[in-house]
């Protein structure tokens, strides 16, 4: 037999979750949605500890407080992760979810406006988090690789027409 067996006893049918075989399984689901709601305000999930839901529940258990929420205070400034410093421009044509690149402003501010299409900013010191404008630098990624040199004529004057 290369499947599990179903955990109830005397049924033998092949599990499909939570130990249960498809019978088993709907049935304690439609248990659990009929079943009682969480005791959280305005909360319509299932009821598992305590009368509350996992959300509800692990508030109580961190805060003393089924309904205390707790946000990291972001503010203006924020690490994403990768060592670059985001700040909040919700009207910024680039940003997500409300979130701009620190050195991508620095620049554009520097530039007196917005990056085109291939630019982006290189740091110097390979320190992402040090946005000064000594050290960023603009970098252009858009130029074609392995073509023909009269292919590349066109293509350098206008870079030379835009950066002059």
Known sequence: MGYLVCSLEGCGGKTVGRGMCRKHYVAWYRRREEGPRCKGKDCQHPA?????????YGRLKRYGDPEKRVRKPWGEKRDDG??????????????????VP?????????????LLPGENIHHKNGNRS????????????NQPAGQRLEDLLPWAREMLERYS
């Open 48 to 56: 598992y500890t305590n009368g509350y839901c996992a959300k509800h």
């Open 102 to 114: 620190e050195h991508r402003v620095v620049m554009e501010e520097n530039l007196g406006r917005l």
């Open 130 to 141: 040090d946005n000064r404008i000594e050290n960023l630098e603009l970098w252009i990624t």
């Open 82 to 99: 990768r060592g670059y410093i985001l700040i909040r421009r919700p009207d910024h044509p680039a940003q997500t979810r409300g979130w």
